[in-house]
């Protein structure tokens, strides 16, 4: 069972406009999301996060809203830049009975941008 | 700079001959994970460490094991790899003590190929 879904494998925008990555969710205990950012042969890297207490985050050119209701969150990149182009995971943790946390992650999305 | 660093970054196998990869940390964290990743599919995470502590996932094939001999070290072992286990292996930490607030650190991860 896919907790977290990203339905789209892929998304190519121009340089400049906006990027829109959606991901969606099906465990309504989770309470809070990341965002993960991975070039070819690099490890995926922390970009941005949001608890389920806000419906919006933001960092510079990164926004991410969420919408409980819809089991929805979404993640914004404007203006778009050529260095973007990556494959971006979203990811939930849910508690482990050790003390510590599992990230359920979703397939991701190859966001491609264009010069 | 504090990093998580895995060896080697492609490592070919041969159909049950037994394999190690290995990861380090210098950022101190007491939890260690190790995930699984094929291609288009969501990373999953076959088991991870709380300081010395063990936990394997239910769905984690007996034939992956892993050791911690201390805080810094991590490895994983495949008794008989099989072509099925081909794929990226990414080793990642974080804090147990920072909850949610404690994103993931990833390694550059391992890519496996069993011929």
């Known amino acids: 069972d896919q907790q977290v879904k990203q339905n789209s494998p892929s998304l190519s925008v121009q340089e400049g406009r906006i990027s829109i990555l959606n991901c969606d969710y099906t465990n309504s205990m989770f309470d809070y999301f990341l965002w993960y950012k991975k070039y070819p042969a690099e490890g995926p890297t922390f970009l941005i996060s949001i608890s389920s207490i806000k419906d919006k985050n933001e960092d510079g050119r990164f926004t991410v809203f969420l919408n409980k209701s819809a089991k929805h969150l979404s993640l914004h990149i404007v203006p778009s830049q050529p260095g973007d182009s990556a494959v971006y995971f979203c990811?939930?943790?849910?508690?482990?009975?050790?003390?510590?946390?599992?990230?359920?992650f979703g397939t991701g999305t190859r966001l491609k941008v264009l010069a | 700079d504090a990093m998580v660093i895995q060896n080697p970054r492609y490592q070919v196998t041969q159909f049950g001959k037994p394999v190690t990869l290995s990861c380090s940390q210098t950022l101190n964290h007491n939890v260690m994970y190790w995930y699984q990743q094929k291609s288009s599919q969501a990373p999953k995470l076959l088991f991870h460490y709380y300081d010395k502590d063990f936990n394997n996932e239910a769905d984690t094939p007996d034939n992956f094991q892993s050791r911690r001999p201390n805080t810094s070290f991590c490895f994983l072992d495949i008794r008989s790899p099989g072509l099925g286990d081909a794929a990226m292996y990414l080793c990642a930490t974080s804090t147990r003590t920072g909850g949610y607030n404690s994103p993931l650190h990833f390694g550059n991860g391992t890519r496996l190929t069993v011929t």
């Open positions: 990811a939930a943790p849910t508690p482990l009975t050790s003390g510590t946390y599992k990230y359920i």
